[in-house]
């Protein structure tokens, strides 16, 4: 690992032992590292209170095993500021999935710039519904996940005006009888993250549907937490 200072972000924290912390991080040359923070929640350590979510952070790490430990942390505290419970939940919800779906050690340069760009417009204000939505297509289609907004897969036609679309998971958007379903324009529209006017419990349902496949029936933590804090 070289000794250079590395540009990432934090995706996960956890205790080990008394005073240190293991902390999974998104980086730009390495992809997803797990890293290891000596002493770190002591209040005198030079890594203390600088290991947060969603902060722009310039590290440099030693080690040849696959756990590296983390020998210096600068970070970039500009355009900070207390956030709402939806919005730390949201912070939660987008780690998570980048942890559940990231492989370990692989670079994404294109990654690595769109979740920059969340995080800029997480930190300029509230996190919108609609910029969620956004993210969580974007991250499928950059994993190559992404969903087939260009073709009818029971026919591998194009769409049609006259007819309503559901979305099938791990395969596509076919024609049906549910009026609940996507028009053509609807669908075009989501692939050009145009989300106005298209109903949003039905983006959520379509962007939670595609997620899942990925997960493999595991479920998000986050999703569980939140459930709670509604209730």
């Known amino acids: 690992m070289s000794h250079n200072w590395e540009s990432c972000y934090l995706l996960h924290s956890r205790s080990f032992g008394n005073t240190s ?54 970070s970039n505290f500009l355009s900070q500021s207390n956030k709402g419970s939806h919005d730390l939940y949201t912070y939660l919800y987008v780690n998570e999935l980048m942890i559940r779906l990231l492989p370990k050690g692989l670079p994404n340069l294109e990654l690595f710039d769109l979740y920059e760009d ?10 919108s519904e609609i910029a969620l939505r956004a993210f969580e297509f974007d991250l499928l289609e950059t994993l190559g996940y992404g969903i087939n907004f260009d073709t009818d897969v029971s026919r591998n036609l194009p769409f049609k005006d006259s007819i309503i679309y ?5 395969k596509g958007f076919q024609p049906s009888s549910n009026s609940e379903g996507f028009s053509a324009d609807e669908i075009k529209a989501i692939k050009n993250r145009t989300f106005e006017g298209i109903d949003r419990s039905k983006l959520k349902i379509l962007s939670q549907a595609a997620i899942n496949t990925c997960l493999d ?9 939140f459930k709670k804090v509604k209730v």
């Open 21 to 74: 912390i293991i902390a999974e991080m998104f980086t730009k040359s390495s992809g997803k590292i797990s890293v290891i923070a000596k002493g770190a929640k002591n209040p005198k350590s030079k890594f203390f209170g600088h290991l947060l979510p969603f902060v722009a952070l310039k590290i440099i790490l030693t080690g040849k095993s696959e756990m590296k430990t983390l020998t210096q942390i600068d």
């Open 118 to 127: 969340f995080v800029s417009i997480a930190r300029s204000g509230s996190i």
């Open 166 to 170: 559901s979305f099938i998971p791990e």
């Open 217 to 225: 029936g595991r479920e998000l933590s986050s999703r569980e937490i």
